[in-house]
């Protein structure tokens, strides 16, 4: 179980961009980036999930600020108060949007339009 852990964090990392992984270093327990302001959205976002789930999200400072104000609304997060801006600075410059690096992944995920109908279990008559 610990090895996929690390292999996630392994593909996190790459998939972060070798720059800021090679920039700062990573966070052992975390798995975020060291860079200036982790420790605050280590402690903000560890206190109500895991940090891995910062990691495998990418997007701007407006897809950042909508989902931080979604915690904020719907989730019980706190106000973040004088901590919004580096907050969001951190989270959209180390964890910006970025492009799916399709030499890790074989190709896009498949919009949910194009998948097949659930598969309804058989019914069984009971004896």
């Known amino acids: 179980m610990k090895s996929h852990i ?6 996190g990392l790459l998939f972060t961009g ?5 920039e700062y270093p990573v966070d052992p327990q975390s798995g975020l980036i060291m860079a200036p302001g982790w420790e605050l959205v280590n402690y903000q976002c560890n206190a109500c999930h895991t940090s891995m789930i910062v990691t495998q999200n990418r997007g701007d400072k407006a897809f950042w ?6 915690m904020v609304d719907t989730q019980g997060l706190w106000d973040l108060s004088d901590t919004w801006e580096p907050t969001l600075s951190y989270l959209s410059t180390y964890y910006g949007q970025a ?3 399709m030499t890790i992944f074989r190709r896009l995920p498949i919009e949910s339009s194009q998948l097949p109908p659930p598969v309804k279990p058989a019914f069984k008559e009971s004896q």
């Open 6 to 11: 690390n292999q996630l964090i392994v593909c």
């Open 18 to 22: 070798a720059t800021f992984a090679a």
């Open 65 to 70: 600020k909508e989902t931080l104000q979604w």
């Open 99 to 101: 492009e799916m690096d």
